[in-house]
């Protein structure tokens, strides 16, 4: 079972740009399909990017597709997303999160079986 970490987070102003890295242990991220979500106090955990190491297609949620990146790295056990122009509603608690459901880009939560602690970002305004 793979160990996931996320890294990262924090408060920064509208407009600004971070990265998170999610580091995977006990597992290679090379076998699994990788997705990044997020969950905003009150609401439901939401899909953001997933892809499979394997395959070159990255899958977005309509809501960042343009402003959020997910990449990896393919001499370390790390994927990254990348998140541009933020916004106040970006404000969450980001998770990384590894699964191996034939239908992992379709983003369901159910779909990933590991998941990291998450880390906060906040964005003002």
């Known amino acids: 079972q793979v160990q996931l970490v996320e890294s990262g987070g924090g408060s920064v102003q509208a407009g600004a740009s971070l990265r998170l890295s999610c580091a995977g242990s006990?597992?290679?991220?090379?076998?699994?399909?990788v997705a990044w979500f997020r969950q905003a106090p009150g609401k439901e955990r939401e899909f953001l990017a997933t892809?499979?190491?394997?395959?070159?297609?990255?899958y977005y949620a309509d809501s960042v597709k343009g402003r959020f990146l997910m990449s990896r790295d393919n001499a370390k056990n790390i994927v990254y997303l990348e998140m541009n122009s933020l916004k106040p509603e970006d404000t969450a608690v980001y998770y990384c999160?590894?699964?191996?459901?034939?239908?992992?880009?379709?983003?369901?939560?159910?779909?990933?079986?590991?998941w990291g602690q998450g880390t906060q970002v906040t964005v003002s305004s």
């Open positions: 999160a590894t699964g191996n459901n034939i239908y992992y880009y379709k983003g369901d939560p159910l779909s990933f079986t590991s």
């Open positions: 006990g597992a290679s991220l090379r076998q699994y399909a």
């Open positions: 892809f499979r190491w394997s395959n070159t297609r990255t």
